[in-house]
């Protein structure tokens, strides 16, 4: 609804005068009061849905009447042939102005004056017919409503769900279900399935095609195209085929992985035949091989880094560039916890304040880390012992018992605390275990894992990373 006052001021008010004079004036032909009701009848279209359209659209067809009328009166005193086919035509006009619904008061009273023209009527009547209706008050409208003007296209019937074509795409590679974010090893061929619902087929269709689309590198993947010839029998059809793909290159560390999207569309092609893809119409693979990658320097961390990453960049709920700070952080980490154990780092049980300056200083010393390293940032209210771009990295020195991966889990909380108080939905927790030991390291790919912490809200990531330290000397177990 729109404030009209612009309209009453410049298109109201004359229109109203114009028509008045023209059915005030004695030498107003027809001509003249139609194009008095030409302009009312603008206006009833500019109110719109407003009460006062009506009005105006009374005044447009009863001036209409009255021009036919003139017209007749004219004729009448110049005897012109069938001069009754304007006195005709003008009685149409006014069972056209009778059959509005819900007439107004100014509407009823224009049709009251002028249904004596049903019965018998003289020339002379005319005159007094205009001036009797330039007489009647006219409300002013206030408020304009227009009706909407909608585009073309708006009137294009709507497809109904018959109309649709829908495909239901599932895949399984090397036939096993592909996964939210797929690892691979790169410059191996592998097997791509696709299992295909379709819920009908159009009647000139030939075949349906099944084709990747992706703004990667053509020269980096090599992905199939599907083509299923027009099936036999009533829908819905299921088809299931199996091509081989490749990726052609390794991703670097830091890379995104390889996005494709697999498009469908019957053959020949048809403007109204549209094809809605559903289920897994995208393949996210990564092409990141564990072998080769010298991420921490140690193997067997390495891979559990590499199913970190994984999982981590499955998680919709985790950003991008969150999972790529924690994967700077994650291989000096690991390359701390492999050392523990190798070169006996921390003999001796040491405090919390001592293993949280020893990795600042390792971390600080990288220099894709450097300055981005905060310390004793503020979040949820406490200090953070470490910071990286807003991820939170938790220290934690146990002295007096040994821990194994499950006793870490009681340390995750306050990480998760510190990620849900920065916005975060991840968080690093690295914890030191310098107690003294009489039992053998643990192997070194469970001292790095993911934690789920539910918050009651939603989960957040917790990344764990075991330091083993208080180890005698190999020689003290044969004692």
């Not at 005709?88 to 069972?95: P, S």
């Not at 190798?342 to 450097?370: C, H, M, N, W």
Request: charged share 25%; glycine share 6%; with cysteine.
């Amino acid at each position: 609804m729109t404030n009209s006052v612009s309209v009453i001021v410049e298109q109201l008010v004359p229109s109203r005068i114009d028509a008045i004079d023209a059915l005030r004036r004695v030498d107003a032909t027809g001509a003249d009061l139609r194009v008095s009701a030409t302009r009312a009848a603008e206006i009833a279209k500019g109110l719109g849905r407003m009460p006062g359209a009506k009005d105006w659209r009374a005044l447009d067809l009863a001036l209409e009447t009255v021009a036919l009328l003139t017209e007749w009166a004219a004729a009448v005193e110049t005897a012109e042939a069938d001069a009754e086919r304007y006195l005709r035509a003008a009685r149409q006009k006014l069972k056209a102005l009778n059959g509005e619904s819900e007439p107004s008061e100014y509407h009823a009273t224009v049709t009251a004056l002028l249904d004596p023209i049903t019965a018998a009527i003289e020339p002379e009547d005319v005159a007094r017919l205009r001036g009797s209706l330039a007489a009647v008050t006219l409300p002013v409208a206030i408020l304009a409503d227009p009706v909407p003007e909608y585009p073309r296209f708006a009137d294009d019937p709507i497809p109904t769900r018959d109309d649709l074509a829908v495909a239901f795409l599932e895949f399984t590679i090397d036939r096993f279900p592909a996964a939210n974010l797929h690892a691979l090893r790169p410059n191996q061929v592998h097997d791509l399935g696709l299992i295909i619902r379709v819920s009908r087929w159009p009647q000139d269709a030939d075949r349906l095609d099944i084709t990747p689309v992706s703004v990667e590198p053509p020269s980096v993947w090599d992905l199939p195209r599907f083509t299923f010839p027009r099936p036999d029998g009533d829908p819905p059809y299921t088809f299931q085929a199996d091509q081989r793909m490749i990726i052609h290159a390794a991703q670097g560390f830091d890379a995104r992985p390889l996005e494709f999207i697999y498009a469908a569309q019957f053959q020949p092609s048809a403007a109204d035949e549209k094809v809605v893809v559903a289920g897994q119409r995208r393949l996210r693979l990564d092409g990141i091989g564990a072998e080769g990658q010298a991420v921490s320097g140690y193997g067997e961390l390495d891979r559990s880094i590499l199913d970190v990453r994984q999982a981590l960049r499955g998680d919709p709920m985790i950003p991008e560039d969150d999972v790529r700070s924690v994967m700077l952080l994650l291989p000096y980490l690991a390359n701390l916890a492999g050392a523990s154990v190798q070169d006996a780092l921390y003999p001796s049980p040491v405090d919390e304040a001592t293993f949280e300056k020893d990795v600042r200083d390792r971390l600080r010393g990288v220099p894709s880390i450097g300055g981005a390293l905060e310390q004793q940032a503020y979040a949820a209210g406490g200090r953070t012992d470490l910071s990286f771009r807003g991820v939170r990295l938790e220290l934690k020195s146990e002295r007096s018992k040994r821990l194994l991966p499950a006793d870490c889990e009681r340390f995750a909380e306050q990480a998760a605390m510190y990620a849900v108080g920065t916005g975060k939905r991840v968080a690093v927790l690295c914890v030191l275990d310098c107690s003294r030991k009489t039992a053998t390291p643990l192997p070194l790919g469970s001292c790095l894992f993911l934690h789920s912490h539910d918050t009651g809200a939603g989960i957040v990531s917790v990344v764990t990373v075991l330091v083993q330290g208080g180890f005698p000397k190999p020689s003290a177990f044969s004692r």
